[in-house]
């Protein structure tokens, strides 16, 4: 776990790798609440006799449940000891491979850059690439720019 207890330290962190998660199951209830939480419930990630016959051989978690795993796994990588942490967005998403049902995952970061937001005690804009990668998988699932401003 890297910790981070001032901008100072944050800024000259920029262009570091953070670390890497534990894993963590996906497993096919996950992906049920997920798709009666979003209404999407397209059959490649529900209907498990119908994904048999589909492209990936089983059901597949939703892309954007995987990127919804994010603060979970990156909260065991890195922690930003900030008096507020602001979502900003995200600059990139990518989703390079399927996550079949059933598979671990586990999250890597590097911190890309780091940059100050008005005066160096009032905050610092963050960038994490967070690499998602299901256990034996040869392609990551998932690669997000996670963008966030943090005020100290």
């Known amino acids: 776990m890297r910790t981070f207890d001032s901008a100072a330290e944050l800024l000259a962190a920029a262009g570091t790798d953070l670390g890497t998660s ?5 497993n096919q209830g996950r992906i049920d609440a997920f798709a009666d939480a979003t209404g999407d419930r397209q059959w490649i990630h529900v209907d498990a006799e119908r994904a048999a016959a589909g492209p990936f051989g089983t059901t597949v978690a939703h892309g954007f449940l995987t990127l919804s795993l994010l603060p979970m796994l990156l909260r065991e990588v890195v922690e930003v000891r900030a008096a507020h942490a602001l ?6 998403v990518r989703f390079p491979a399927p996550l079949p049902a059933g598979s671990r995952v586990r999250a890597s970061a590097t911190l890309l850059s780091a940059v100050a937001v008005g005066p160096v005690e009032a ?6 690439r967070a690499t998602v990668q299901a256990d034996g998988a ?14 100290f």
């Open 123 to 128: 905050g610092v804009q963050t960038t994490v």
């Open 87 to 92: 979502n900003y967005g995200l600059d990139r």
């Open 138 to 151: 040869a392609k990551p699932c998932c690669v997000a720019d996670l963008v966030t401003r943090y005020l």
């Open 22 to 26: 534990g894993w963590r199951p996906v």
